[in-house]
């Protein structure tokens, strides 16, 4: 059964679902600390605040809304929290960070943590133990959308720069996320004990909800990051155009 203490709450029943935001005062605090640093930053240096905006009113949206309670119930529901942050709010985040903070190697780097990290939550012990400790549930949830921006980052300034690394990059990163997802849909057995009883109030099956959580992160992972590598071929197509014979 799932533990009492689990961040987000006991697992929702369907009719109570809409009352359940999370307004956890520490995560507000935080949220909103780390948008205005950034925000002043922005302006301080003439800079454009909508992205930054967006992308943090988006991150908020995903943690504060009962999609936080539903995450307690479903996988799916931690997946689709997942994917809002990974693939909405934090390219969103990236796009408006300066770009001399790129480090050598960080495209590489990225890319390996990005994926080490994806797989590693997804896998049944650790992410079993995030609605058992509070601690390892904001591990998770801060390591991976690091990761995320730091990625997404390291993308968006290769993909202007270094159009061919931004390739390889992306097409590895669509790759090892349509697998992950691909696992999971395919998987004729469900891997996480702690939705074992609480899916089923939702009219799933664990397995089902593992085969719909594995289905979100296939598709639209897949798809954003093949589309980015898409446009890195192009550039870098254009590119070889424009050189002299």
């Known amino acids: ?17 809409l009352e359940r935001f999370n307004l956890d005062p520490w995560l507000i605090a935080g949220l909103l600390c780390l948008a205005s640093l950034h925000w002043i930053w922005l302006v301080t240096h003439g800079r454009a605040p909508g992205k930054a905006a967006a992308g943090w009113s988006i991150a908020a949206a995903a943690l504060i809304s009962p999609l936080c309670a539903l995450s307690v119930s479903l996988f799916a529901a931690r997946v689709a929290q997942h994917m809002i942050l990974l693939l909405i709010a934090a390219p969103l985040i990236a796009a408006s960070l300066p770009s001399h903070w790129r480090a050598p190697g960080a495209l590489s780097g990225s890319a390996a943590s990005f994926a080490l990290l994806l797989w590693f939550w997804h896998m049944p012990l650790p992410y079993d133990a995030t609605p058992r400790s509070i601690p390892i549930y904001w591990t998770m949830h801060l390591s991976l959308f690091a990761s995320g921006v730091w990625h997404w980052h390291a993308l968006l300034h290769a993909e202007r720069k270094n159009p061919v690394q931004a390739l390889a990059a992306g097409l590895v990163t669509s790759t090892q996320m349509g697998l992950l997802g691909a696992v999971l849909s395919l998987s004729s057995r469900a891997w996480f004990d702690v939705h074992w ?40 197509w254009h590119k070889l155009e424009a050189m002299p014979a």
């Open 1 to 17: 059964m799932q533990p009492a203490q689990a961040y987000c709450g006991s697992p929702p029943l369907p009719g109570e679902l």
């Open 197 to 236: 009883f609480t899916a089923p109030r939702w009219g799933l099956s664990p397995l089902a909800d593992q085969q719909l959580g594995g289905m979100l992160m296939w598709v639209p992972g897949s798809i954003l990051f093949f589309a980015l590598a898409l446009q890195c071929f192009a550039r870098a």
